[in-house]
């Protein structure tokens, strides 16, 4: 979104000036396409491979120039407000591959004006390649957040370089010598730590928001798909998902086509319609998706989507 361009090149400026405050070596940029492969086209006869070059581009990218050359120490994408499965699986994956290219980047998420909400459960779910996650309560950090961060970006500025000392200097004599490596897990505020009455605000907006544990019944089996009415499209679509598919979302719209045009107008305005109701009660439309083993765990009517995930 245009919105997350414009914060992305705002929040680069400010990082800039600290980071090359505290190593004038460092850089911070928005907008860089780097590059995440380098295909092989061809090899010349005297042996010069001929390559292709493909990038992704990047929200915010922290580099160190060094004798008029530069590398890419970290990668930050920036998200406002939230982040869906889809952007967790793939902002993940796009660490994957520019990690295939540049070993010891560091790669991470930044959620702006996420207001008391903790980081969701999908980033640790799905975010298997990132180095951190952070998020911030509004758009730009207040001074804790501000000098938290860029501590940590410090510290991953300084993984980075260890990670290439390790991995192109192996064959020196001179090499620093590692008989350990343990990648540390490293939460704020700490376990049990009480972060004051937002804390159980937080905890239970993220259940209604990711997993509706408060209204599912995970006891609840897949059926023959009786009195579903109007919804039985649905709990058809459903219960066709192979067994190795845990996730679908879908656009409202492809919702009410699957449906031939039959959503309400308030599955349009309020998510209590898409609430994980008990299956036996006059809710068909919830009784679609639950009885197929299914319940809803993120609803965007801002956005129009809902995801859907397997009963476990």
């Known amino acids: 979104m245009q919105a997350e361009v414009v914060w992305s090149h705002e929040i680069a400026e400010k990082l800039n000036a600290r980071m090359v405050a505290l190593d004038s070596r460092l850089d911070v940029i928005a907008g860089y396409r780097l590059a995440y492969t380098n295909e092989v086209l061809h090899y010349e006869v005297s042996g010069l491979a001929v390559s292709s070059q493909h990038s992704y581009e990047t929200d915010v990218l922290v580099r160190e120039t060094v004798a008029g050359r530069w590398k890419p120490r970290v990668v930050i994408e920036m998200k406002l407000a939230k982040v869906t499965t889809h952007d967790a699986i793939t902002y993940s994956q796009k660490a994957a591959t520019h990690k295939q290219v540049h070993p010891y980047l560091r790669y991470g998420i930044l959620i702006g004006a ?47 370089r260890q990670l290439e000392e390790i991995m192109h200097e192996s064959r020196s004599l001179q090499r620093r010598r590692y008989t350990i490596l343990h990648r540390h897990l490293i939460l704020w ?63 409202l719209k492809q919702i009410a086509d ?39 765990a993120d609803v965007s009517l801002g956005q129009q989507y809902v995801e859907f995930r397997r009963n476990s």
């Open 114 to 160: 996420r207001q008391h909400y903790p980081l969701p459960g999908r980033l640790f779910r799905h975010g298997a390649y990132f180095d951190f996650m952070a998020s911030w309560v509004a758009q730009n950090p207040d001074p804790a957040e501000s000098d938290a961060f860029v501590r940590l970006l410090q510290d991953e500025v300084s993984a980075s």
């Open 189 to 251: 505020p700490p376990h049990g730590a009480s972060t004051g009455a937002a804390e159980l605000e937080d905890a239970g907006d993220e259940v209604t928001t990711e997993e509706d544990d408060v209204n599912r019944d995970p006891g609840i089996a897949p059926t023959s798909g009786g009195r579903l009415g109007q919804y039985r499209p649905l709990f058809d679509f459903l219960t066709a998902q192979g067994a190795e598919v845990n996730s679908v979302e879908m656009t």
């Open 258 to 296: 699957l449906l031939h045009g039959q959503l309400p107008p308030s599955a349009y305005k309020h998510r209590a319609w898409w609430s994980n109701s008990n299956a036996n009660n006059t809710h068909s439309h919830a009784r679609a998706w639950l009885q197929a083993g299914w319940r809803t």
